[in-house]
């Protein structure tokens, strides 16, 4: 997801939560049309991107001070963006299943 459509969900969304649900909403998208359809490889870097770009934001989001989530779950969300970006890497180079990524977005989505 480019930082304009980012931008653009973010002036759609009612509140924060909303805005997260709706962002990955959209990669979610973009990762389940890559698992059923043969996409070409710049395709899939994209939606691999825009997947890792909305949890840096998160991740970046959690490093701050002035977060007000518990320090045990900002880590966690953390650690889970350090494993996107590993896990993405395996996905783009080796070729592996795209699905836990996609699971790992809709638990994010459902709470």
């Given at each position: 997801?480019?930082?304009?459509?980012?931008?653009?969900?973010?002036?759609?969304?009612?509140?924060?939560?909303?805005?997260?649900?709706?962002?990955?909403?959209q990669?979610?998208?973009?990762?389940?049309?890559?698992?059923?359809?043969?996409?070409?490889?710049?395709?899939v870097?994209?939606a691999?991107?825009?997947?890792?770009?909305?949890w840096?934001?998160?991740s970046?989001?959690?490093?701050?001070?002035?977060?007000?989530?518990?320090?045990?779950?900002r880590?966690?969300?953390?650690?889970?963006?350090?494993?996107?970006?590993?896990?993405?890497?395996?996905?783009?180079?080796?070729?592996?299943d795209?699905e836990?990524?996609?699971?790992?977005?809709?638990?994010?989505?459902e709470?």
């Open positions: 997801m480019s930082i304009k459509a980012y931008q653009r969900v973010a002036t759609q969304a009612d509140n924060p939560r909303e805005l997260e649900y709706r962002a990955f909403g990669v979610t998208a973009g990762l389940v049309r890559i698992k059923e359809a043969a996409m070409p490889p710049a395709s870097a994209e691999l991107d825009a997947n890792r770009k909305l840096n934001l998160l970046a989001d959690c490093s701050d001070p002035q977060n007000a989530l518990p320090m045990g779950l880590a966690q969300i953390i650690s889970l963006a350090l494993w996107v970006a590993r896990y993405s890497s395996e996905v783009m180079r080796e070729g592996a795209i836990p990524l996609i699971d790992i977005n809709r638990t994010m989505m709470g």
